[in-house]
Structures are given as C-alpha cells and as structure tokens.
C-alpha cells in the first residue's frame, strides 16, 4: 500500500498488512493456527510463531486490498461462523490500521484439529 501525503510518501508493505491480519486471525474463537498456503500430503500444517505471514497473501491494486487467510480451525466449532469471524475482525482490524477500505478478506479452511489444552 502507498499513500502521497503532502510531506511525503507512506508506503506498508504486504508483510506488514499480513503481521496485522494474523493477529487478528489468532484471537478469534476456534483458530488453532495459521497454515500454509499449500497442503503437503493433503496434510495442513500448523505455522510457528514468526512464520504466519506464509499462511497469508495480500495483494494491492489501486486502493484496494484483498486478503486471504489460509487458517486450520478447531474440530468441532461451526466452521462458517468462525470464517465470518475472522472476515469481521481482519477486515476491521486492517482498515483501523491503515485507513484504506479491505476489498475482500477470503477464508481458507485447510484443516480441523482437535486443540490440545495444555
């Protein structure tokens, strides 16, 4: 994202916006973690901490941003109101941030997971 202000220019790059977004992912209800965009063995594998940004992709084209999340979510939970939940939180979540409107925020399920309470 790039914005001319009269003393300059802000530029947010894609890492940063996905830095936001996750966060935003990791605290709704029924997230066990971020994935990776691609399945291994039909087998979603759950990112580190530190690493959630491979789980996401932001591109820009003009003042638009799109967002896809690529999350595994706990086994269990109604999948559709948790992917609504998190559409609602990264959206709100990266417009509070930057001051540009989210076009799309896309949820992608690569797996379920039975969350271990440690």
């Known amino acids: 994202m790039s914005e001319n202000v009269t003393t300059g220019t802000i530029k947010v790059s894609p890492r940063a916006i996905a830095s936001i977004a996750s966060q935003a992912v990791l605290s709704c209800y029924g997230v066990v973690g971020m994935s990776s965009t691609r399945l291994v063995d039909g087998i979603a594998e759950v990112l580190q901490q530190g690493s959630y940004h491979r789980g996401i992709v932001v591109r ?59």
């Open 60 to 118: 820009r084209s003009e003042n638009r941003i799109t967002i896809d999340l690529y999350v595994v979510i706990e086994y269990g939970t109604r999948i559709s109101e948790v992917a609504q939940m998190i559409m609602q939180s990264v959206k709100f979540a990266v417009e509070k941030s930057l001051g540009m409107p989210v076009a799309e925020v896309n949820v992608h399920v690569q797996g379920l997971r039975i969350s271990s309470d440690d």
